[in-house]
């Protein structure tokens, strides 16, 4: 089964990815994990992508498409593969669906996690961090003392990105460029929208009864 997941930061698209991904043996392609990949591995498209992760530029399309190629070729992916976190752009989606024309695969179903914009900004501005690298969440998975590490009894902080101004951008970044692919995909009948404003294993339940038809 070829999966897609979509969703905008703070759906808990990674978690779910994890699960899936269990479920089904098929490995969970996220497009951090293969650019980290190939520069601790120093390959060729590794490099290339250094040098513009280096100077904090995006890495462009065409670099991109080539590193997912060459993921997907992989024999692990014979049986399937979950993306997560590519495409992110209508073009990026058109260059994955001439990648697998050209290797005889295709996308079985879009997972869409749709999460208010207010659940989100309330998850992911209730993050908290500790020099030590322990990580806490206020209502979620508070400390033991407020603001105070349970490990190292540092003093918690909030990263930037995930103070209130930030995540807002991130927000309006998503409904700008990636946001389009939800009616990209549904106009070729392959979007599922999953509530992701329920509990984690709701949220799975649910992933699994859409699944289930393409087992």
Do not use: W
Request: contains cysteine; hydrophobic residues 35%.
């Amino acid at each position: 089964m070829n999966i897609i997941l979509l969703g905008p930061p703070g759906a808990g698209k990674g978690t779910q990815a994890k699960k899936i991904a269990e479920k089904y043996k098929v490995p969970h392609i996220s497009t951090g994990d293969i650019l980290r990949e190939n520069i601790s591995n120093n390959t060729s498209l590794g490099l290339k992508a250094k040098s513009y992760m280096s100077r904090g530029e995006l890495v462009p399309d065409e670099l991109l498409i080539t590193i997912i190629k060459d993921r997907l070729s992989r024999q692990d992916c014979e049986k399937g593969f979950l993306l997560d976190g590519y495409p992110r752009t209508i073009p990026q989606a058109d260059a994955l669906s001439m990648i697998l024309t050209e290797s005889n695969k295709k996308i079985d179903v879009v997972l869409n996690i749709d999460v208010d914009d207010e659940e989100l900004i309330k998850r992911l501005s209730g993050r908290r961090m500790c020099k030590c690298g322990a990580s806490y969440h206020i209502m979620f998975n508070p400390p033991e003392v407020d603001e105070i590490c349970n490990l190292c009894k540092g003093k918690l902080y909030q990263r930037d990105d995930d103070k209130e101004v930030a995540i807002k951008n991130r927000l309006i970044v998503y409904k700008k460029q990636t946001e389009p692919l939800i009616e990209y995909y549904d106009h070729k009948g392959l979007l599922k929208t999953i509530d992701g404003g329920k509990e984690i294993l709701e949220i799975f339940e649910d992933v699994m009864k859409v699944l289930k038809k393409y087992d």
